[in-house]
């Protein structure tokens, strides 16, 4: 079994930054991509940034200069810092990865989503 748990979401003024966490946990042997995406409501779910096992990152255009993924392949987590938010930032923010685990082979994970809230 994997799980993935997000952390760091909350409520922050326009122009504030946070850190969203995720950690992945079970018999992990290995992860290859790890992504956020995020749904606001009434509306598609839509990839935000990636970044791959070697750390070669992707960013969605709307965050591009703002947003800055990471990961710590040691603790097999995936960070996401978010400066300069926007009221059209604020969504449900989930965290997915290519985990491969012992029996149970590769197969794809999701978060269950953390809430960011951009509002004055």
């Known amino acids: 079994q994997v799980q993935l748990v997000e952390s760091g979401g909350g409520l922050v003024q326009p122009g504030g930054s946070l850190r969203l966490s995720c950690a992945a946990s079970?018999?992990?042997?290995?992860?290859?991509?790890m992504d956020w995406y995020r749904q606001a409501p009434g509306k598609e779910r839509e990839l935000v940034a990636g970044?791959?096992?070697?750390?070669?990152?992707n960013y969605a255009d709307s965050v591009k200069g703002r947003f800055t993924i990471s990961r710590d392949n040691s603790k097999n987590t995936v960070y996401l810092q978010m400066n300069s938010l926007k009221t059209e930032d604020t969504a449900v923010y989930y965290c997915n990865a290519w985990v491969t685990a012992l029996y149970l082979g590769r197969r794809n994970a999701w978060g269950q989503g953390t809430q960011v809230t951009v509002s004055s």
């Open positions: 079970g018999s992990i042997v290995s992860i290859s991509a």
């Open positions: 970044i791959t096992s070697g750390g070669t990152t």
